[in-house]
């Protein structure tokens, strides 16, 4: 089991930045890709941003040029940058792990924009 937990939400003006980080712990071994993905209400969970072990990123096209995902393979910990915040960006902000063909999903974290 891999247990996941974000944090750096909160409310921001549009325009603002947040950084969020989600820490894995528990059975980290063969973690793969690490990613954010977000759910505003009414609608489905979108990815947003994904790092594989290796480095190599894919980005939503709404967000690119904007948001930044980074990790750190020594401390189990992926980041995500967010830049240029639009109220678009509301949304519950979650943290995901892929390991051996089962993704982890952390509790998420609430990211508000206001106009």
């Known amino acids: 089991q891999v247990q996941l937990v974000e944090s750096g939400g909160g409310l921001v003006q549009a325009g603002g930045s947040l950084r969020l980080s989600c820490a894995a712990s528990?059975?980290?071994?063969?973690?793969?890709?690490m990613g954010w993905y977000r759910q505003a209400p009414g609608r489905q969970r979108d990815m947003v941003a994904t790092?594989?072990?290796?480095?190599?990123?894919n980005y939503a096209d709404s967000v690119k040029g904007r948001f930044t995902i980074s990790r750190d393979n020594a401390k189990n910990t992926v980041y995500l940058q967010m830049n240029s915040l639009k109220p678009e960006d509301t949304a519950v902000y979650y943290c995901?792990?892929?390991?051996?063909?089962?993704?982890?999903w952390g509790q998420g974290t609430q990211v508000t924009v206001s106009s």
């Open positions: 528990g059975s980290i071994f063969s973690i793969n890709a």
């Open positions: 995901s792990a892929d390991q051996l063909g089962q993704r982890y």
């Open positions: 790092i594989t072990r290796g480095g190599r990123t």
